[in-house]
């Protein structure tokens, strides 16, 4: 009985995301994105060529009590598609329930199952954020962060002190945990040895570490621990800095779906 690979569900559920995200021009994928709700939003519901803007030009107080609000509303809150919207279209459904009917003849309850249980140790294969957010039909342990996430800080005030700035968490009702990197934010007048206390999915803490050997602003290194299961970060510490330059803990997006 013929089952689709890891590899193969992979290339599947990367075009599914994909479609899903370019139909809807979602910015967070492609922040050039000339059309789509949130492009239309900006062009017509706001600002200077906002609907609410053309109303008050009318002068009359009639037509503004009865339409002002709602146009005001829609420019202050941009619609959004709601979860798993797409799956109202025919065909778009049909093949999210080929693939559970697929997984359901394997011996598994459906895709979002046989994900769960690849997953269950360590991440094996997990679907882009907006599969999630436009189809739905998978679990957040299943899902992973459609962008790299900066989750914290260090400013360098000394050889073995710094500035600790938190900035992000990854959201766990929508999405699984990541590896994480350091990411210089500055020049490095030293190779600081770094220890950085992450969180985990399950709730756990681990303290990992790494020397940042290269000085280039943007070079990313990893950490002792690569595993796609942290969360967010609580404390960053050095040894052997220098005063003034800056470093970030950055979440990383498992892979990129602009070409599937």
Do not use: C, W
Request: charged fraction near 15%; aromatic fraction near 4%.
């Amino acid at each position: 009985m013929g089952m689709l690979t890891n590899n193969q569900l992979q290339t599947i559920i990367d075009k599914l995301a994909r479609f899903a995200t370019e139909s809807v021009g979602d910015p967070e994928f492609n922040a050039a994105f000339t059309a789509g709700m949130e492009t239309a939003s900006q062009h017509v519901l706001s600002g200077a060529g906002g609907i609410a803007t053309y109303l008050l030009t009318l002068n009359d107080e009639d037509i503004e009590a009865d339409l002002l609000p709602s146009a005001r509303d829609l420019d202050e809150q941009h619609p959004t598609l709601a979860d798993g919207t797409l799956l109202t279209i025919t065909g778009v459904n049909a093949i999210i329930n080929a693939l559970n009917t697929h997984f359901k003849r394997n011996n598994y309850k459906g895709l979002d199952d046989y994900m769960t249980i690849i997953n269950t140790a360590t991440p094996t294969l997990r679907a882009h954020g907006h599969f999630k957010k436009y189809l739905k039909t998978l679990s957040a342990k299943n899902n992973f962060i459609p962008n790299d996430i900066q989750l914290a800080t260090l400013t360098m005030t000394s050889a073995t002190a710094g500035t600790y700035g938190h900035l992000n968490s990854i959201d766990t009702t929508k999405y699984a945990g990541a590896k994480i990197v350091l990411k210089n934010l500055t020049a490095l007048g030293s190779a600081p040895v770094v220890s950085v206390t992450a969180k985990k999915l399950d709730g756990t803490s681990s303290v990992l570490t790494a020397t940042i050997s290269t000085a280039t602003i943007n070079t990313e290194t990893n950490l002792s621990d690569v595993t796609q299961l942290y969360v967010d970060v609580t404390a960053i510490s050095i040894t052997t800095g220098t005063s003034g330059n800056q470093i970030a803990v950055v979440a990383k997006t498992d892979r990129s779906i602009a070409s599937a």
